[in-house]
């Protein structure tokens, strides 16, 4: 890989850093790190006078997120193609696993407006689980870039 | 692939344009429009923006600009491998960028004096960001061989 091409992925690698930072920050700042939290942000609360989503409001979020969550994803993994991750076995489990989790994060509020409340959970667990997966990635892609020969 | 790079890097310029346009109008261009949005003005009756909003916005912001600038920079390098000083524009650009989003959170957050930091990184990556782009396109469409 030309030496000018690993800067491009090192800094696109800092910015992903703040965007998962800043998402992290408006997750805990709009619903907040608990499954009561996710209950009250999507199906309200009157104690605290938060209203309850609709299914078109909650679709008119998970919309620009799916291309976007698509997108991202996709970057960042065919990036670690170029490495020698490339035709492991652990590359094609982080392709299926990236994706699942991405879509778990994205559906399960459609899931608790329709009543299944267990899918809070599945929402807490996918957010924090995607944003590890992805620091893990962004760590892969971090060495194989530095220490590459 | 030159013209769907050149029509590429078109919308690249007409994005950089645009998006000075709706700062102003929106955000503010100058430290004392941002200082109104950030922590609103009561002379002016204006609120401050909230927290959500605030992290709504730069959220957005950190994604169109690392895609934006992450698509411009390895198109540039490509085509700008005989120009001496490519990888310090890169650096340059990114490095900016990078800084005026750190400034403007540190600004909200912390210290409004940092709003002149984010004013200054936003209009020179902005800039660079310009140039790299009309010498991508001069490269693509007009230079002798690539």
């Known amino acids: 890989m030309q030496k000018a091409y690993k800067y491009s992925i090192l800094y696109f690698l800092l910015f992903s850093i703040l965007l998962l930072i800043s998402s992290v920050l408006l997750f805990e700042e709009k619903i907040g790190f608990s499954v009561s939290g996710v209950l009250d942000y999507y199906l309200g609360n009157e104690e605290k006078f938060i209203t309850a989503k609709s299914t078109a409001g909650v679709l008119k979020i998970i919309l620009p997120h799916v291309f976007v969550f698509a997108l991202f994803v996709m970057v960042v993994l065919h990036f670690l193609i170029f490495t020698k991750h490339k035709h492991t076995q652990k590359m094609k489990w982080l392709i299926y696993v990236s994706f699942f989790i991405a879509f778990g994060e994205l559906f399960s509020p459609l899931l608790i407006l329709y009543g299944l409340e267990f899918f809070a959970y599945i929402k807490l667990v996918s957010f924090v689980l995607f944003e590890l997966l992805f620091l893990y990635l962004f760590w892969l892609l971090f060495e194989s870039i530095i220490f590459s020969t | ?146």
């Open chain 2, 1 to 146: 692939m030159s013209p769907i790079l050149s029509g590429l890097l078109i919308f690249m310029a007409l994005y950089m344009i645009i998006d000075i346009f709706v700062k102003q109008n929106s955000f503010g261009l100058w430290a004392s429009e941002i200082k109104n949005t950030l922590f609103g003005n009561e002379n002016e009756f204006l609120d401050p923006i909230s927290k959500a909003s605030f992290l709504e916005f730069i959220h957005t912001e950190i994604f169109f600009i690392m895609m934006i600038l992450l698509t411009l920079s390895t198109v540039f390098i490509r085509l700008s491998n005989k120009l001496p000083y490519s990888l310090v524009l890169v650096n340059l650009t990114m490095l900016t960028a990078l800084s005026s989003l750190f400034s403007l959170g540190i600004a909200y957050f912390y210290s409004p004096s940092f709003i002149n930091i984010y004013v200054t990184t936003y209009l020179i990556w902005h800039i660079t960001s310009f140039y790299m782009i009309i010498y991508s396109l001069w490269k693509l469409n007009f230079a002798k061989s690539i």
